[in-house]
Nanobody
Framework: QVQVVESGGGLVQAGGSLRLSCAAS????????MGWYRQAPGNQRELVAT???????NYAESVKGRFTISRDNAKNTVYLQMNSLKPEDTGVYYC???????????WGQGTQVTVSS
């Protein structure tokens, strides 16, 4: 059973920074794409950033230039460095791990990020 565990959320003032971490464990197969998504109250879950095992990244337009996703393949861990945070970045941040060999994407439980104005 693959487990995905996020950490690093919290409360920060606008303009501040946070670093989220996500570790995936228990997979017999390589983890292909890992990503961060977020969900604000009353909104749908939306993409924040993804990174594949080769290091190729994809970002939502709203976070480009402020957020950086990185990955340690040896540890199956992905990070999200969030700078210049805005109140609209507030939400629950979820990490996922895609394992194509079993055609399944595993999700974590989420970590709360709150940005005060």
């Amino acid at each position: 059973q693959v487990q995905v565990v996020e950490s690093g959320g919290g409360l920060v003032q606008a303009g501040g920074s946070l670093r989220l971490s996500c570790a995936a464990s228990g997979s017999r197969f390589s983890i292909n794409v890992m990503g961060w998504y977020r969900q604000a109250p009353g909104n749908q879950r939306e993409l924040v950033a993804t990174i594949d095992s080769g290091g190729s990244t994809n970002y939502a337009e709203s976070v480009k230039g402020r957020f950086t996703i990185s990955r340690d393949n040896a540890k199956n861990t992905v990070y999200l460095q969030m700078n210049s945070l805005k109140p609209e970045d507030t939400g629950v941040y979820y990490c996922n791990a895609e394992v194509r060999a079993v055609m399944y994407t595993y999700w974590g439980q989420g970590t709360q990020v709150t940005v005060s104005s």
